[in-house]
């Protein structure tokens, strides 16, 4: 039986992250630690799966020098990934963490130009990578050259063969990929707000308005909140998550972190409310840590009891 996750990051980039005792604008600053590594949604997924244990490929699109240090880095990790070359310059996006703010200011480039060319050999790869996998992540933002609608092709692809889709995705790549039906997607509430075009104050509304799009198709949807935790809604069910305190580090990485949790409860087939917790532990354990860091699973293990669960709203 299948039990294996695919990962797909159409815009992956290189993450140049670098701490600052104090941002200060319009001066000169000095910094204090950098460090460089593989990001992108998809990626940030790949990589927390890696750390529980999980069968995981990372498939996305790279190019040029910074492409050839992307694929570098994941292999460094272990991370079994396939890549399409393509004839751009992968991107490089910087993040600027200010100690004394405890804020990370991210500036990220718009990515490289990708061909008729080199979206049919991805299209090519994913048909044959798809039957070994059982569950697909896709997310993050599309480069230039793609159509808003790849996620959608993909969501199709994956669903002849019975793969479970997890879409995280916003704008008109979610309003379009949401056509296909993906399994489960992931908004955070301001991106709902943006597909849905209205305002979302209570539990409630937000409870409702996703039970428009599960009408749709869609079997779970999970609305992140930051701070304020998450609600999980399937057609019969719903979840309230709260998380445990923590002492916020860095937001890089934390929405990818329930995203990998989600994927690894769907191979194991856990229940709705299992999933939150699941997926509740891993996202805050990775806000409370610095930079790029991200959660392990002895961690998320250690911290299931803690998060706060309640049926309805």
């Not at 804020?103 to 048909?127: C, F, P």
């Not at 057609?235 to 998550?241: H, S």
Request: with cysteine; hydrophobic share 40%.
């Amino acid at each position: 039986m299948k039990k294996s996750v695919l990962t797909v990051t159409l815009n992956p980039a290189l993450d140049r992250t670098v701490t600052l005792p104090f941002l200060q604008v319009g001066g000169l600053n000095r910094i204090k630690e950098m460090r460089t590594d593989p990001g992108g949604k998809g990626i940030n997924v790949t990589k927390v799966l890696q750390q529980f244990g999980d069968q995981v490929t990372a498939v996305g699109l790279a190019g040029g020098y910074a492409g050839k240090q992307l694929i570098a880095y994941l292999k460094a990790l272990n991370i079994n990934c396939e890549f399409i070359p393509i004839q751009g310059e992968t991107r490089t996006n910087l993040k600027i963490v200010d100690e004394d703010q405890g804020l990370t200011t991210e500036i990220n480039e718009r990515g490289a130009e990708v061909n008729d060319a080199e979206k049919e050999l991805l299209l090519s790869k994913m048909d044959l990578l798809l039957d070994q996998a059982s569950v697909l992540v896709l997310g993050g933002s599309l480069p230039p050259g793609l159509p808003v609608s790849i996620y959608k092709e993909l969501i199709e692809m994956a669903t002849a063969k019975g793969v479970k889709t997890i879409l995280d995705a916003d704008g008109s790549a979610l309003s379009e990929g949401l056509k296909a039906k993906p399994f489960a997607i992931k908004p955070n509430i301001h991106e709902l707000e943006e597909l849905l075009d209205m305002k979302l104050e209570t539990d409630q509304q937000i409870v409702e308005a996703a039970r428009r799009l599960l009408g749709e198709g869609t079997k779970w949807i999970i609305v992140s909140m930051g701070g304020a935790g998450s609600i999980f809604i399937s057609e019969d069910q719903i979840v309230r998550a709260r998380p445990f305190p923590i002492v916020p580090q860095s937001t890089v990485g934390a929405g990818d972190s329930m995203v990998a949790a989600i994927s690894s409860c769907l191979l194991r087939e856990r229940s709705l409310e299992e999933t939150a917790r699941w997926a509740t532990a891993a996202g805050s354990i990775t806000a409370s840590k610095p930079g790029t860091e991200v959660c392990s699973l002895e961690e998320v293990n250690a911290h299931l009891k803690d998060v706060i669960i309640s049926d309805g709203y």
